[in-house]
C-alpha cells in the first residue's frame, strides 16, 4: 500500500503505470469510493449511479477494467461507460444524468508513460482533503486484486448527447467560420470536430485519431513547441483561428489568424470582453500569473477582476465564494458559469469562442481575433521562467527575497505599487510586475515579468535572478 502513497495528488491521483499506478490500485480505489460515497451520501449501493470514463492512453483500458472490477465488488450496480472520452464528458454526464460521481482515468498533458485518476462528488472534482479521504478508506479496506476479472457491458452513448446538447445552445453559429482543430491524438478528437462542423464551421483537422502513444507531438497546448503544426496550418488555409487541446480536453489552446499562440490570461480578457459587450458586469477570476492588463482592463470596463492562487481548484473555490460568471488560468483551464455548468471543458470553450469571432464577423468581415487583445499591445510579458531551488529551501529563500524587496524598494528601477503575497510575492510597478512563486510539484520557483517593453521585463528578470543567485548561495555556506 505504501508504494502507492505518493500517487495520491491535491487534484487527482498521477503517477508512471507499472509503478505508482497499477490494476491493484484500481480495483482498490473502485472499491473504496463506493464505501465512500456510501458514507457521504447515506444512499444505499443500490441507489448509487457512477459514470467512468478514459484517454487513450495505452494502458487506460485495463485499469478501467480492474477499476469497475473495484465498483462492482463494492456492490454498485449502476455503472455508465463512456470508453474514450474527453474528461469533460465525464463532468457533463454528473450534470446531465444527476449522478453521484464520475471517475476519469487520465493523466492529462503528461508522458505517455503516465496514467492517473480523475474522481469528482457533488459535481465538483475532489479536493485535496477528500482525496486524502479516499486514500484512507482504500489503505484500511485493502484487497488482493483478483486473478481474473470480467466486466459486463456498460457502454452508453453520451457523446451524441452532448453534441447535441451543444447544437442547441449555439445552433448554427459557426457558419463563415474557419477553424484549424489540433487534437493531439488526445480525447478531444472524438467530439470537437464533429461538433464544430455540424456548428457550421470550416474545420480543418489536425491529429484527431485517439493514439496514446501521442506520436505527433505532446498534448499540451500550454508549449509552443506543441503548436506549430497548427500554426503553420492555420497561415496555410487562411483560417480564422486555431484551436488546440490537451490530452484529455479539459485545457484550451487557441491560436490566432496570424498563427500566434494565445497565452491563458489573453483568451480570458477576451471571453470576458465578450460578456461586458453583451452588457454583463462579470466577476472574473484569475490566478497570480496573469498579466496586469487582464485585471486592469476587466476593472475599467465595469467587471470585477478577481486575483487568487495558481491552482484551478483555488480558482474554483475562489468563484463559488464570489460568484463569478467565468474564471481562468495561464495553462488555459477556462470556467464559465456563464450558460454553463461551470467546470473547465476545452470543446465548450471552443464554441464560445466561435460564437465570438461569429458575431463580430457579420458587423466585420476583417474582424481578427487578435483585434481584441490591444490592450496587450502596451506590454511586454515574459516567458514562465523556472528558477531550479531544492524544495526544502524554497520557504526560507523567498521569506528573504520577501525582506530584501521590502527593505529596498528601490531595487528593481521602478516604483513599486503594491506587493501581492497571496501566492509567493507579485510585486507591482507601474505598467508591469515581477513574479515569484513556489512550485506545488517541481524543486523549482515560477517566475514571470511583464513591463512596458522588453527591456525593462529583462531588467526585472535580472534583478530577481542575482537576488536568487546570492540568497541561495548564502543559504548554502
Not at 362 to 381: T, V
Not at 463 to 468: C, D, E, P, Q, R
Request: overall charge negative; aromatic content about 10%; hydrophobic content about 35%.
Amino acid at each position: 500500500m505504501q508504494k502507492y502513497e505518493h500517487a495520491f495528488g491535491k487534484n487527482d491521483i498521477r503517477g508512471i503505470y507499472g509503478e505508482d499506478i497499477t490494476e491493484e490500485l484500481y480495483y482498490n480505489v473502485g472499491n473504496a469510493y463506493v464505501l465512500w460515497l456510501l458514507n457521504k451520501t447515506g444512499k444505499s449501493v443500490k441507489d448509487l449511479k457512477i459514470s467512468v470514463c478514459m484517454d487513450a492512453r495505452l494502458h487506460s483500458n485495463a485499469l478501467k477494467s480492474a477499476l469497475i472490477a473495484g465498483l462492482r465488488h463494492a456492490g454498485i450496480e449502476y455503472i455508465e461507460d463512456y470508453g474514450i472520452a474527453p474528461t469533460p464528458i465525464g463532468y457533463y454526464s454528473e450534470f446531465a444524468h444527476n449522478l453521484d460521481g464520475a471517475m476519469i482515468i487520465t493523466a492529462s498533458h503528461n508522458p505517455s508513460e503516465y496514467n492517473g485518476l480523475k474522481i469528482t462528488y457533488a459535481r465538483q472534482t475532489l479536493s485535496e482533503s477528500l482525496i486524502q479521504e479516499l486514500k484512507n478508506t482504500a489503505f484500511s479496506n485493502w484487497l488482493e486484486l483478483p486473478s481474473s476479472y470480467s466486466n459486463p457491458d456498460y457502454s452508453t452513448e453520451i457523446i451524441p448527447e452532448y453534441i447535441n446538447d451543444m447544437k442547441s445552445r449555439f445552433g448554427r453559429i459557426g457558419e463563415g467560420v474557419k477553424i484549424v482543430v489540433d487534437s493531439a491524438n488526445g480525447t478531444g478528437g472524438v467530439v470537437g470536430p464533429q461538433l464544430y462542423k455540424e456548428l457550421g464551421c470550416e474545420v480543418i483537422e489536425l491529429y484527431s485519431e485517439p493514439d496514446g502513444r501521442f506520436p505527433n507531438h505532446h498534448p499540451n497546448p500550454s508549449l509552443k513547441s506543441t503548436l506549430v503544426d497548427i500554426s503553420k496550418k492555420i497561415v496555410e488555409t487562411g483560417a480564422d483561428f486555431g484551436i488546440a487541446y490537451d490530452g484529455d480536453s479539459d485545457r484550451i489552446g487557441a491560436i490566432d489568424s496570424k498563427g500566434n499562440p494565445l497565452t491563458g490570461d489573453k483568451l480570458l480578457l477576451i471571453y470576458a470582453t465578450d460578456l461586458i459587450n453583451k452588457g454583463q458586469k462579470p466577476i472574473v477570476v484569475s490566478e497570480v500569473k496573469c498579466s496586469q492588463v487582464l485585471y486592469d482592463t476587466i476593472n475599467n470596463l465595469g467587471g470585477t477582476a478577481i486575483m487568487c492562487k495558481t491552482g484551478h481548484g483555488f480558482i474554483k473555490q475562489k468563484m463559488k465564494e464570489s460568484n463569478a460568471t467565468l474564471g481562468g488560468e495561464m495553462s488555459g483551464h477556462t470556467f464559465f458559469k456563464d450558460r454553463y455548468y461551470g467546470f473547465d471543458d476545452a470543446i465548450y470553450a471552443g464554441c464560445r469562442l466561435i460564437e465570438i469571432v461569429s458575431d463580430a464577423k457579420k458587423k466585420d468581415p476583417e474582424f481578427k481575433l487578435e483585434f481584441m487583445l490591444k490592450p496587450f499591445d502596451k506590454i511586454y510579458s515574459s516567458d514562465e521562467v523556472r528558477y531550479p531551488c531544492p524544495n526544502e529551501l524554497k520557504k526560507t529563500t523567498l521569506a528573504s527575497l520577501t525582506k530584501q524587496v521590502e527593505q529596498n524598494p528601490d531595487m528593481f528601477g521602478s516604483k513599486i505599487k503594491e506587493i501581492v503575497t497571496l501566492d509567493g510575492m507579485r510585486i507591482v510597478f507601474d505598467g508591469g510586475f515581477a513574479l515569484i512563486r513556489q512550485s506545488n510539484t517541481e524543486p523549482v520557483f515560477t517566475l514571470r515579468f511583464e513591463a512596458s517593453n522588453e527591456s525593462e521585463c529583462e531588467r526585472y528578470k535580472t534583478v530577481m535572478t542575482n537576488a536568487l543567485d546570492e540568497l541561495l548561495k548564502a543559504i548554502s555556506l
